[in-house]
C-alpha cells in the first residue's frame, strides 16, 4: 500500500494526463471500428492472419471444397472471438491472392487456388444468394425469387407488400438510430476533451493534493 501511495504521490499528475490521452485514443479506435471498418474478421490484422493460416492450409494440399475453408474460419473466429460472412471472406481472399508478389513459378499456383476459391464464392452466392442481408430480408427475397419462377401472381404481391413493411420499419428504425449515433459520439468526445481540460488545469494549478490523500488513507487504516 505504502508502495501504490508512493507511485501515485510521485506520478500522479503524469498517470492522469496518459490515462486521459488513452481514454481519448480508446474512443476513436471504437468510432472507427463501429462506422468505418468492414474487414470479415473485424480488422485488417486478424484477417490478415486468417489469411496466412489459408495459405499455408493451401500449400499443404488440404483445401478441396468450401467445407475446408469453413472449418478453419470457425476454428479462427472462436480463437479471436471474431464473427465473419464466408462471402466477404473468399472475396477479399481473391484480392489477397492478386496483391501477393510472386515469381514466375508460383504463378501457376496462385493462379491454380484463384481458380479453386472463385469456384467457392459461385457456389456460396448460388446457394445463399442473398447470405449477406438479415434473416427476415432473406426469407422474403428468396420467397419472391420461387414466385417468380414459378409464375405466382399472389404470392409475389403478398411477399411484395411483406417486404414493403419490413423495408419501411427498418427505416425508421435506422433513422432514429442515426439521429441517435450523430448526437451520442460527438458529445461523448466533447465530455472526454472537457475531462481533458479540467484535468491539464488540475495538474497546472496543482489542485490535487495528493499528501492529503495520503493522510486520509493512512488515518482511515489506523
Do not use: C
Not at 463501429?34 to 489459408?54: A, I, Q
Not at 488440404?62 to 473468399?90: C, G, H, M, Q
Not at 469456384?119 to 417468380?148: C, H, T, V, W, Y
Not at 490535487?208 to 493512512?218: G, P, Q, T, V
Request: aromatic share 12%.
Amino acid at each position: 500500500m505504502e508502495i501504490l501511495l508512493d507511485i501515485i504521490y510521485t506520478y500522479g499528475d503524469k498517470l492522469y494526463f496518459v490515462g486521459l490521452i488513452l481514454a481519448f485514443l480508446g474512443l476513436l479506435y471504437f468510432v472507427f471500428i463501429l462506422f468505418f471498418d468492414k474487414t470479415p474478421f473485424g480488422s485488417d490484422l486478424t484477417t490478415e492472419n486468417f489469411f496466412k493460416l489459408l495459405d499455408k492450409k493451401f500449400d499443404l494440399n488440404l483445401v478441396k471444397d468450401k467445407t475446408d475453408v469453413i472449418n478453419l474460419a470457425e476454428s479462427f473466429s472462436r480463437k479471436e472471438w471474431a464473427r465473419y460472412s464466408l462471402a466477404p471472406l473468399l472475396e477479399d481472399y481473391l484480392r489477397h491472392l492478386i496483391e501477393l508478389n510472386v515469381d514466375e513459378l508460383e504463378k501457376e499456383k496462385t493462379q491454380l487456388r484463384y481458380d479453386t476459391v472463385k469456384k467457392m464464392l459461385n457456389a456460396e452466392n448460388e446457394e445463399r444468394p442473398f447470405g449477406d442481408i438479415p434473416d427476415e430480408e432473406r426469407r422474403l427475397l428468396q420467397s419472391l425469387r420461387i414466385s417468380i419462377g414459378n409464375n405466382d401472381q399472389q404470392v409475389t404481391e403478398s411477399s411484395l407488400e411483406d417486404l414493403r413493411i419490413l423495408i419501411a420499419t427498418r427505416n425508421k428504425i435506422y433513422a432514429k438510430s442515426q439521429k441517435i449515433n450523430w448526437w451520442s459520439v460527438p458529445l461523448a468526445i466533447a465530455g472526454l476533451v472537457v475531462s481533458m481540460v479540467f484535468g491539464v488545469m488540475g495538474i497546472i494549478q496543482g489542485t490535487i493534493d495528493y499528501e492529503e490523500i495520503k493522510k486520509i488513507i493512512n488515518s482511515s487504516g489506523e
